[in-house]
């Protein structure tokens, strides 16, 4: 069974960097495309970035320039590093895989301003 942890949330003034942590079992992320999601207070969850099987990255227009998808295949984790945190970054984030597709719990990012 695949299952999905994501960390590394919190809460950081504006300005600020976390950086976010998907482990994964059941499954290597090195053969399939990962994605990183967010859902803000009242807003549809939406894409912020993803990582193909080969290595690309594509990202949401809101987040390009700040944000970066990485995978550690031997540690079987995709990271989400965000900087200049802005107080609409705020939401909770997903880890999800593609194929098969499964979700993991989600971190809350909270940026103050």
């Known amino acids: 069974q695949v299952q999905l942890v994501e960390s590394g949330g919190g809460l950081v003034q504006a300005g600020g960097s976390l950086r976010l942590s998907c482990i994964a079992s059941?499954?290597?992320?090195?053969?399939?495309?990962m994605a990183w999601y967010r859902q803000a207070p009242g807003k549809q969850r939406e894409l912020v970035a993803v990582?193909?099987?080969?290595?690309?990255?594509n990202y949401a227009d809101s987040v390009k320039g700040r944000f970066t998808i990485s995978r550690d295949n031997a540690k079987n984790t995709v990271y989400l590093q965000m900087n200049t945190l802005k107080p609409e970054d705020t939401a909770v984030y997903y880890c999800?895989?593609?194929?098969?597709?499964?979700w993991g719990r989600g971190t809350l990012v909270t940026v103050s301003s």
């Open positions: 059941g499954i290597s992320l090195s053969i399939i495309s």
């Open positions: 999800k895989t593609f194929g098969p597709e499964v």
């Open positions: 990582i193909v099987r080969g290595g690309s990255t």
